[in-house]
């Protein structure tokens, strides 16, 4: 059984921002480089990258980070005033084909892999567990979304929903057209609660992010707080015919006796997200 339930989003807010959103948006921390991250930052003084990925050497850049953030959140983003369910729609084109993928973030009760509904299918490192980690502590936020799916045929998640509200955020990145709702209508949200309540959630991107989550968990319930069991999650219907699976090549290098093969593995269509919090 999983169980999710909506919260208060923190999120861009459109009247504090001096460009469009797109300039504010960023790629997942860990598919950006030295310069991509320099062309991240020069599009806004307020782009998320500041934050996710901030700057400094070793263990000086964390509490870099949690200033940045906490002058982001003064300086650019809006507090909602009531707990939701927020929609996101990412509009994309494969091969000629539009699709558009939609899904919605949530928070999500966190289980450690093995030990309830959330499964994963990757083994994680202890490095990049630690610099989130360390960067969730400094900014005491959960910065970036797990991408999880759940099997929904009938798509009863989107009845749940009902109609849209007008958007609090369209952007378009990189050629990937996003859209941002907040649901907060009481029915609505009981309705979406209950969907979920005989699922698995099964992680697509996200496994050092939701286990480091879960670490950080351990951390907030220790000093006493009492909300700490939950982590924010992007999750989407398996049987969405807008999610589109595609392959990655690879090319293996530095095997003794070896001169060159390439291997494929499966992955998600990039998620590349722009709002809630950081809405990644």
Known sequence: MVAIRPFTGLRYDADKLSSGFADVM?????????????????KSKHNAIRFIL?????????????????????????LDPRPAYYVYHQTFEVEGTKYVRKGFVTLVELTRF????????????AGPKRDR????KATEAHLEL????????????????GELPEPVLTAELDGVGHSLWRIDDPSAVERLGLVLTSKNVYIADGHHRYETMCAFRDVLEADGHKDAAFGMMYLSNLNDPGLVVLPTHRLVHALAGVVHHVVAQVVEAELVVGAVGDVR
């Open 26 to 42: 960023a790629p997942p921390y860990d598919v950006v480089d030295d310069a991509g991250r320099a062309a991240l930052v020069a």
């Open 146 to 161: 797990v991408f999880g799916m759940f099997a929904d045929p009938d798509r009863r998640w989107e009845d749940a929903v």
């Open 133 to 136: 980690l360390e960067l969730m």
């Open 114 to 125: 093995g030990d309830g509904p959330i499964l994963a299918h990757e083994r994680t490192l």
């Open 54 to 78: 901030p700057e400094g050497e070793g263990d000086a850049k964390y509490p870099t980070g949690g200033e940045v953030f906490r002058a982001m959140v003064e300086q650019a983003m809006t």
